[in-house]
């Protein structure tokens, strides 16, 4: 189970990021880099949407990965169809909000310049909208990790991934306003959220339409949900408040460059939820177990999102040119462009890795170190990011994020082991460290061969080749991968 859910989530994975790559410059083509820098602005509040999320998704998921019985699994159907109602009459109040500020928002948050007013009073709740639908979504999608179904969930993420990227061009060629995007989304986010809710209900026989809502159950849970929520908070808020604060201080067309350097960036993180998703049902359960041993379940799953980040954020801080060039041919490459990327790269690696140490902690069911730990972490990266941004912008942004996040994978994990997984430490950051040696020197040799004026056509057999050989190098330093890479191989022998 746990294979096919870690094919599933990477194949719907790889899917939803390469359309947010390859579709950027399409967007910015028929829409202009201000209209972009609003597409930003709605990625960045419906990442928010963990925030509002008060925690309640991964509470649904925790309960279902923990049915036994049927009376478990009568109290996590009350527990479903409470929280639709508790997150629908957050909605409502959240579009009312969005009308009312609508004209400030236009008026005087941002700074556009060419789009109209009123075409960005619409957007705005349009926004508001498209946020409502991701957070019932979301719950929904919370839901069918819990009941394990993830290849089911993926096929869902891929279809309509597919709807909100691709088929939205020829709306936009046709209607190139940028409310014509936003609805288009919100109308494919609310057919997605839908499609998940029929299956899950189908799975736990949970009516859609009900009056049913118990406020002991979720009282129940509210501990757990609202540590879940502190989380989310400064998770949200230590990625998204560069966004935010330069969002009022840059020309909305600069936003827009700075967007796009951190979506690219963002590929990193994207390339972790997969395995940290496939791994959540396990560790609940081996929590719950007898043994109440998650140790080798976490070393594999720490080796498996290092090989898949660290040889990426490596190839992004080497060679951020031939990166930019290999996307777009428009992508933006001034030195703050490449700063941006490197430092971003690196620290979502670093925050990626650092992901896997909360979730041995959310499956016990025990948040108070990393709530925290998370306090902490929010008291040094906020500061950081106002001086960065006020005094050496986007650049100076991106460096805080680079720093606060080596910080945390080099000091905090180290704590959570020890309170968690004692004895493990040495183990784990000798592995670490290995890792980031063998890719480091690579991504060294590959900077001062300096290959950025490569054509372009060659630069896609380049760069993946360089990534390939990252990669090979951190499996020769992973014990776990070796033995899995020598067993295979063994059974090719053999047949």
């Given amino acids: 189970m746990l294979k096919r859910s870690l094919i599933a989530n990477y194949a719907g994975q790889i899917v939803t990021v390469a359309l947010g790559m390859v579709m950027v410059p399409v967007y910015v083509r028929h829409l202009g880099v201000e209209a972009y820098g609003l597409i930003a602005l709605n990625a960045v509040l419906l990442a928010w949407v963990q925030v509002l999320d008060l925690g309640l998704s991964p509470t649904l998921t925790r309960d279902l990965a923990r049915v036994r019985?049927?009376?478990?699994?009568?109290?996590?159907?009350?527990l479903l169809q409470s929280l639709e109602k508790f997150v629908s009459s957050i909605c409502f109040v959240l579009i009312i909000g969005s009308l009312l500020l609508a004209p400030w928002f236009a008026y005087d948050w941002l700074n556009a310049k060419a789009l109209p007013k009123g075409e960005i009073e619409v957007a705005f709740v349009l926004m508001a909208l498209t946020v409502s639908a991701r957070w019932l979504s979301s719950l929904y999608r919370g839901g069918m990790v819990g009941i394990d179904q993830q290849p089911k969930l993926n096929v869902v993420i891929v279809v309509f991934a597919i709807i909100r990227a691709v088929l939205v061009v020829p709306v936009i060629m046709a209607w190139p306003r940028i409310e014509a995007f936003f609805l288009w989304q919100l109308m494919a986010i609310v057919g997605e959220a839908l499609t998940m809710r029929i299956v899950?209900?189908?799975?736990?026989?949970?009516?859609?339409?009900?009056?049913?809502?118990?406020?002991?159950?979720?009282?129940?849970r509210a501990r757990l949900s609202l540590s879940i929520a502190f989380s989310a908070l400064v998770w949200a808020t230590s990625t998204q408040i560069d966004k935010v604060i330069l969002s009022k201080l840059l020309p909305l067309p600069a936003f827009g460059v700075f967007s796009m350097a951190t979506l690219l960036a963002s590929g990193i993180l994207l390339l972790a939820n997969p395995i940290q998703q496939a791994f959540i049902p396990r560790f609940t359960a081996e929590s719950a177990s007898e043994t109440r041993d998650v140790t080798p379940s976490y070393f594999l799953a720490s080796e498996i999102v290092m090989i898949a980040v660290i040889p990426v954020a490596m190839i992004f801080a080497a060679v951020p040119e031939m990166v930019l060039h290999l996307w777009s041919m428009s992508a933006p490459t001034t030195p703050d462009a490449l700063n941006i990327l490197r430092c971003y790269a690196v620290g979502n690696a670093c925050s990626a890795i650092a992901g896997l140490a909360f979730l041995v902690q959310y499956a016990e069911g025990n948040l108070s170190l990393h709530i925290k730990g998370n306090a902490l972490f929010l008291v040094i990266l906020?500061?950081?990011?106002?001086?960065g941004a006020f005094h050496y912008g986007a650049s100076g942004v991106a460096v805080a994020w680079l720093v606060v996040n080596l910080l945390q994978v080099l000091l905090w994990v180290g704590i959570v082991h020890r309170r968690f997984?004692?004895?493990?430490?040495?183990?784990?950051?000798r592995g670490f460290l290995s890792r980031v040696a063998v890719t480091g020197a690579l991504a060294i040799a590959y900077h001062?061969?300096?290959?950025?004026?490569a054509p372009r056509i060659e630069l896609f057999v380049l760069v993946p080749a360089m990534w390939l050989l990252m990669v090979a190098a951190t499996v020769v330093v992973s014990p776990i991968a070796q033995r899995k890479a020598r067993a295979l191989a063994g059974r090719l022998v053999l047949n």
Avoid: C
């Fill in 69 to 78: 019985d049927d009376a478990s699994r009568e109290e996590v159907r009350v």
């Fill in 200 to 220: 899950l209900g189908r799975h736990i026989q949970a009516r859609i339409f009900t009056r049913r809502f118990s406020k002991a159950i979720l009282m129940a």
């Fill in 382 to 387: 906020v500061p950081s990011v106002f001086f």
């Fill in 421 to 429: 997984l004692p004895g493990i430490n040495f183990a784990w950051y």
């Fill in 448 to 453: 001062f061969a300096d290959l950025s004026q």
